[in-house]
């Protein structure tokens, strides 16, 4: 089936429907599929841009999804944050596996390329760094679904691709969409103690770059699992000061702290993603994730000044 999607692709204008169109990734992979002129609707909930339509992927926008003439399902929504996905897991499970099984089956039928959105926290973080072989062995139920949801892509659809990233971070979503970002801007802005964890490793992703892996893999006819992340090792507090020095801000009010504050999901202490696999296929490895600041510096500074802005207002 892989062959004949070879052939099918290289005669066939690609017609992509991304889920999460507005999201922290689903943005940059609609501009990366503008730029490359690829047909594409993106699906959201408040649609604001032309190639966008309003759909969540519950049972509604589902249906409405099966009705979309595509030939690529590009998959990035899911209920993201451990700690509600924790306390709400009939609501995770719709969304992080039921969803996707109705998805992957409405991609089977009509003979679609898939790609799945997955997670570095499919892993335990105890034995690092984890290739795509690794046995997977979630900490908390977000990664359970995440991995659940893997699982009911690769069986329906065996030549689907999966693509887990780590923390992720951009500003093509709007700057309030980057926890990771703003998280730190907050606190050195905050001008009162603000606790930041210093033991939880971190590989913060550039949302462009992962963008480009996406394409890199179609363009490959790339099938299995696969995974792509920044080259930076470190956690918040660290981000924390190298963000202050590249914004010009003091770092005094944050508090550094040996261990992550209680929470309602348990975190992965190092779920590092080995990247050879993707690396040895002719993907440029991403840039330093201060480097990559410092290119977004005006973009992120401009945004940060309206969200204050507004916030006042």
């Given amino acids: 089936s892989s062959r004949r999607f070879k052939k099918f692709q290289k005669t066939t204008v690609m017609k992509i429907v991304l889920t999460g169109s507005s999201g922290l990734l689903g943005s940059d992979i609609a501009l990366e599929a503008l730029k490359q002129k690829q047909a594409l609707i993106g699906l959201c909930r408040h649609p604001s841009k032309p190639f966008e339509i309003e759909a969540d992927i519950t049972k509604d926008g589902i249906a409405k999804i099966a009705n979309l003439d595509f030939n690529c399902l590009i998959h990035t929504a899911a209920w993201r944050n451990p700690d509600e996905c924790e306390s709400d897991r009939d609501g995770t499970y719709l969304i992080n596996v ?9 991609a089977r039928k009509k003979n679609s390329l898939f790609v799945y959105i997955s997670t570095d926290y499919v892993f335990s973080g105890e034995n690092p760094p984890y290739s795509e072989e690794s ?4 900490v908390n139920y977000y990664g359970e679904t995440k991995l659940l949801g893997e699982k009911a892509v690769l069986q329906k659809i065996p030549n689907a691709v999966i693509l887990r990233v780590p923390l992720l971070y951009g500003v093509n979503a709007g700057l309030a969409k980057s926890a990771a970002l703003m998280t730190s801007l907050r606190a050195l802005d905050s001008g009162k103690k603000w606790d930041m964890e210093d033991s939880i490793v971190r590989f913060p992703t550039y949302t462009g770059d992962a963008a480009k892996a996406v394409f890199f893999l179609i363009r490959k006819n790339a099938a299995g699992i696969y995974h792509f992340s920044g080259q930076d090792q470190t956690t918040r507090y660290k981000m924390t000061v190298e963000m202050a020095e590249i914004f010009e801000k003091k770092i005094v009010s944050i508090v550094r702290l040996d261990e992550p504050p209680p929470a309602e999901a348990k975190r992965p202490r190092n779920s ?4 050879n696999k993707i690396l040895k296929m002719g993907l440029p490895p991403p840039i330093h994730f201060g480097k990559r600041l410092r290119l977004l510096k005006n973009e992120i500074l401009r945004q940060y000044d309206d969200i204050k802005k507004n916030s006042k207002n």
């Fill in 135 to 138: 046995a997977p062995c979630p």
């Fill in 272 to 275: 590092q993603l080995s990247m």
């Fill in 98 to 106: 039921e969803a996707v099984k109705a998805l992957a089956e409405i």
